[in-house]
């Protein structure tokens, strides 16, 4: 499961997180929404948008090249965790990072690098 573990204490998690920001899109039956994809695992992802869809809601993530199949398993305000129906490739999240862009836009501030991206995605020009 993506998030803290409850079988042991303190948490922790069973797959290792990939911290990113890229531009992405969630489909549910009915609606589709552009995100903001925070972290990656091979179990699921977090990210942030308006009118995310609500805990249990099956969802599809568009994350560039890759779509991954999966559920909506918490959600606040403007984020989410989605865990996926069968876990990601290491290979597939390689993927999926080498669309973040350079390393240097990581020590840029959320909208700064949210701009740089779609600059270097060629979406803002």
Known sequence: MFGKRVDKPGGGRKSVREEMMIRAAMMTLT??????LLDLSRSGARVRGPDLPAPGQ???LLLGRLEAFGSVIWRDEDQCGVHFDVALSEHAVAVVESERGPSSLTALN??????????????AR
């Open 31 to 36: 609606d589709t929404v552009n995100i903001d």
């Open 110 to 123: 959320g909208e700064a690098a949210l701009a740089a991206n779609d600059w270097q995605n060629g979406l």
């Open 58 to 60: 099956e969802v599809v």
